[in-house]
């Protein structure tokens, strides 16, 4: 059964599966839905993912939501190449990274959330960045240091795994927002090298980019 992702070019959640499918070597359609025109919102949408977020991943075992979920059910289904490490201790520090940016970071900063401290707080766009600023630090610093013990030409080991799935997107949105990188060399080093890997899962690439 083929694969179909239904994201937003921007969506960094969606660029984290769009990297697994092509380090993978998976084909796939794309959906797109613009979350600028609220269309995640719809009755539609809200159908196949009934939070109305992106993205969704439809495949053989049906409809799929949540990207570190669905990275993992990739991992277990299409297990070469691996995307996690074969020791347990390994595995779990590779989950740790991913789960910095999944669950510390990227909540916290995404649309939504950005759009409630605009309008419910009244945040001027000064306070929002100074948000992102904050948060996008306190995450990638820890993550510098684990990629200081664990990393090699990626954030652990010498291949790509699950967290620079994450991290390269959260790094895509830091750059977006004007975050000064250079505290976090390690860390850069190995998004660049895997954007390099995988142009076609950049947010520019995609058809409905602009």
């Known amino acids: ?26 084909p796939y359609d794309s959906v797109t839905h613009d979350l600028r025109l609220g269309e995640q919102r719809g009755e539609a949408y809200r159908r196949l993912q009934p939070q109305g977020l992106v993205p969704v991943l439809d ?8 990207s570190p979920a669905i990275l993992e059910w990739l991992e277990d289904r299409y297990p070469d190449p691996p995307l996690l490490p074969a020791d347990p201790g390994g ?10 940016v999944a669950c510390d970071i990227h909540p916290i900063n995404n649309l939504r959330v950005l759009t409630r401290l605009r309008t419910d707080i009244g945040a001027d766009e000064a306070a929002v960045g100074s948000w992102i600023r904050h948060w996008v630090a306190e995450g990638f610093a820890a993550i510098e240091t684990l990629i200081a013990r664990h990393g090699g030409g990626y954030a652990y080991g010498d291949s790509p ?9 959260q790094v895509y949105n830091a750059e977006r927002f004007g975050v000064d990188l250079t505290p976090y060399p390690r860390l850069t080093a190995c ?11 950049a947010p ?3 058809d409905d980019a602009g």
Request: aromatic share 4%; charged share 20%; glycine share 8%.
């Open 91 to 100: 595995r779990a520090v590779v989950r740790a990274m991913a789960a910095i």
């Open 204 to 206: 520019e690439a995609q």
């Open 161 to 169: 795994t699950l967290a620079d799935c994450h991290i390269l997107p």
């Open 1 to 26: 059964m083929s694969l179909t992702l239904h994201g937003y070019w921007r969506s960094s959640a969606a660029y984290r599966v769009r990297l697994a499918l092509g380090l993978k070597g998976l």
């Open 191 to 201: 998004a660049a090298r895997l954007r390099e890997r995988v142009p076609a899962a």
């Open 59 to 66: 495949g053989p075992d049906g409809l799929l939501t949540q």
